[in-house]
């Protein structure tokens, strides 16, 4: 019985071990680990007419919702979208237009208050790289409109036909030191080999 025990508790940490491995596999970025991290599959709930087909994974450092902070508000999401994705600046215009009322729609709790349409301007600097700003509702803090600053960049997973789509945000200037510690968060180099998984 003892015997038993023990090769079952074994077997138990054997699988966890594999399992957290597993898990590791899935991460797109490399980010710092106090990093909180969410996850949405497309179609993402609150933005149903993004018509993809992958997932969205996003982080967010520790004092992203403190308005006296440096992070307040920067973080940074990557899309893994099956297929080659035509990005350009108007597609990257609607497709944050849609994600961020969307977004904004179903934070706010005012069901007699609609919430302002988001202005988004985007401005391509290379094949792979995009900059602008966007002018949102912030449902979630301070109820009024804000500016955000917003990279895009894009790589194209040949062989597996896949997208992966960088987007780093912030209200802080591009040449202020929260964008330094935004611009090191990069792709992992097995990104276009993560698996799609819940």
Known sequence: MKKLITITISFILMCSW???????????LTV?????????????HFAPNMNYKGY???????????????????????????????LGEQQLEHDLQ?????????VNKN???????????IIQQNKNAFKGKMRLYNAFHTK?????????????????NRTLVLFRFSP??????????????TLQSNSCNAILKK
């Not at 491995?21 to 991460?27: A, G, K, L, M």
């Not at 710092?32 to 993402?44: C, G, V």
């Not at 994974?57 to 899309?79: K, L, M, R, T």
């Open 56 to 86: 969205e994974e996003a982080y967010f450092p520790e004092h992203w919702s403190n308005q006296d902070s440096p992070d307040y508000w920067s973080y940074v999401f990557v899309w893994n979208i099956d297929g080659q994705l035509p």
């Open 32 to 44: 710092d680990s106090l990093w909180t991290k969410e996850w949405f599959e497309f179609p993402i």
């Open 18 to 28: 594999c399992f957290s491995q597993d898990q590791s596999t899935t991460n797109l």
């Open 172 to 185: 802080s200037d591009f040449n202020t030191e929260i964008w330094n510690k935004l611009n090191r968060i």
């Open 98 to 106: 849609l994600y961020f009322d969307g977004l904004m729609t179903v």
């Open 144 to 160: 009024r409109m804000m500016l955000l600053n917003v990279m895009v960049s894009s790589h194209y997973c040949k062989t597996q």
């Open 111 to 121: 069901k007699d208050f609609k919430v302002p349409q988001s202005t988004i301007v």
